[in-house]
């Protein structure tokens, strides 16, 4: 796989934008309310394959280099995780021209990055910091308290690439 210098700034762009967004963040419950999620579904929506998940998965390293390894037992973890698989699929499903509808991918990535982020915080909540959350707490505090904004970010990301589109930008 080889990587151009446009391919390179591309990715490091949107994994300094993935770490930027996880800094503004509004303490709502165990898992903050950040503008990551807007950046990961920009990545997989303007980013090739490879592009997306190196994108994301620098992201990943961002943080446990600044936060440090003990990240990793944090709730929201398993939602950086699920960034990099929601980023990956998303391009993937566009690039392969198996879906090219923008709002469609957009609640695909996030359903995708809920299937991996919500078990890791509820396994961390309950077994390791020992809460005994019940699954309805675990969905209220991790998914459904989520939606609302993750609705809107999917709209602003589909906005966005539309209007890049809309100026002959080149979008991967």
Request: charged fraction near 10%; aromatic fraction near 8%; glycine fraction near 8%.
């Given at each position: 796989?080889k990587?151009?210098?446009q391919?390179?700034?591309?990715?490091?762009?949107?994994?300094?934008?993935s770490?930027?967004?996880?800094?503004?963040a509004i303490?709502?419950?165990?898992?903050?309310?950040?503008?990551q999620?807007?950046?990961?579904?920009?990545?997989g929506f303007?980013?090739?394959?490879?592009?997306?998940?190196?994108?994301q998965?620098?992201h990943?390293?961002l943080?446990?280099?600044?936060?440090g390894?003990?990240?990793?037992?944090s709730?929201s973890?398993?939602f950086l995780?699920?960034?990099i698989?929601?980023?990956?699929?998303?391009a993937w499903l566009?690039e392969?021209?198996?879906?090219?509808?923008?709002?469609l991918?957009?609640?695909?990535?996030?359903?995708?990055?809920?299937?991996v982020?919500?078990?890791?915080m509820?396994?961390?909540?309950?077994?390791?910091?020992e809460?005994h959350?019940?699954?309805?707490?675990?969905?209220?505090s991790?998914v459904?308290?989520f939606?609302p904004g993750?609705?809107?970010?999917?709209?602003?990301?589909?906005?966005?690439?539309?209007?890049?589109v809309g100026?002959r930008?080149?979008?991967a």
């Amino acid at each position: 796989m080889k990587i151009s210098v446009q391919d390179t700034t591309r990715i490091s762009l949107m994994a300094a934008l993935s770490f930027v967004g996880g800094m503004i963040a509004i303490p709502v419950g165990p898992v903050p309310v950040t503008l990551q999620t807007l950046f990961v579904l920009l990545s997989g929506f303007i980013l090739s394959v490879p592009a997306a998940f190196l994108s994301q998965l620098l992201h990943l390293l961002l943080v446990l280099l600044v936060k440090g390894f003990q990240t990793t037992m944090s709730p929201s973890f398993g939602f950086l995780i699920g960034f990099i698989l929601s980023a990956t699929l998303i391009a993937w499903l566009r690039e392969n021209k198996k879906m090219e509808n923008l709002s469609l991918l957009a609640i695909i990535g996030t359903v995708v990055i809920y299937l991996v982020g919500t078990p890791y915080m509820a396994f961390i909540l309950n077994v390791v910091l020992e809460s005994h959350l019940s699954l309805l707490q675990i969905l209220m505090s991790g998914v459904i308290l989520f939606l609302p904004g993750d609705i809107i970010k999917g709209i602003i990301a589909v906005m966005t690439v539309k209007s890049l589109v809309g100026k002959r930008i080149k979008v991967a």
